[in-house]
């Protein structure tokens, strides 16, 4: 069983819409990170979130951390092409002692067709 | 800044041959990992360091081997290709902190026939 959910697992949808994919736990995390995967490519951090109820902006990209801290929210508006690529989220791991290694979710596979 | 240098990008290596994937960080980061990613599978851990001499199976080790003699570099082994170790993997690293971001490497795309 994965510790991180994410859904949707893909998602293909026209350029302007807006979208909103989502990262769950039955566990609380001190924090949250969103990656980007583009093909080829290593992920890179777009977000840290860490305070319960936080939201943040990155552009066209909207981030919130839930007030339990055991989930969070990526919103995109009017995505872009430029927007395709693997979401994947990401938290220290929540057992007791051991935040040295980072649960990652499987992703969302977003494509954004012009 | 270089950041996180994996070699080589590419290989194809035939059923029970060996080989070193190389991993060199240049941030002084003390945590570094190897991941392999299969489509559709996530991140899969399979090594982990958190300082020089000091290593830590994940959630697939068998198979592979590490060692962590500096702090820059984290070298990976594999000592008997199998075709199940076919895989995209990729060596990250970040600060100590829990809410440190990982830098990873550009992944390198194994075959084994």
């Known amino acids: 069983t994965q510790l991180l959910e994410q859904s949707p697992q893909f998602l293909s949808i026209q350029e302007g819409e807006n979208l909103t994919v989502y990262c769950n736990s039955s566990?609380?995390?001190?924090?949250l990170q969103w990656y980007r995967q583009e093909p080829g490519e290593g992920p890179v951090l777009l977000v840290t979130v860490v305070t319960g109820g936080e939201v943040k902006k990155l552009k066209r990209l909207t981030f919130q951390f839930g007030d339990a801290r055991k989930d969070s929210s990526l919103h995109i508006t009017a995505a872009q092409p430029g927007d395709t690529g693997l979401y994947l989220c990401?938290?220290?791991?929540?057992?007791?002692?051991?935040?040295?290694?980072?649960?990652w979710g499987l992703g969302t596979s977003l494509a954004v067709n012009p | 800044n270089a950041g996180v240098t994996q070699t080589p990008k590419f290989r194809i290596l035939k059923i029970g041959q060996s080989m070193t994937l190389q991993c060199t960080q240049d941030m002084n980061h003390n945590y570094m990992y190897w991941y392999r990613q299969d489509p559709g599978m996530g991140l899969k851990l399979i090594y982990y360091s958190v300082g020089a001499g000091i290593t830590d199976k994940g959630e697939v080790p068998n198979g592979y081997n590490v060692s962590r003699s500096t702090t820059e570099d984290f070298p990976l082994r594999l000592e008997l290709a199998a075709p199940s170790q076919t895989s995209v993997y990729f060596c990250a690293s970040r600060n100590l902190g829990g809410a440190t971001e990982a830098f990873f490497g550009q992944g390198t795309r194994l075959t084994v026939v």
């Open positions: 566990s609380v995390f001190s924090s």
């Open positions: 990401a938290g220290p791991n929540p057992n007791a002692g051991n935040n040295r290694k980072l649960i």
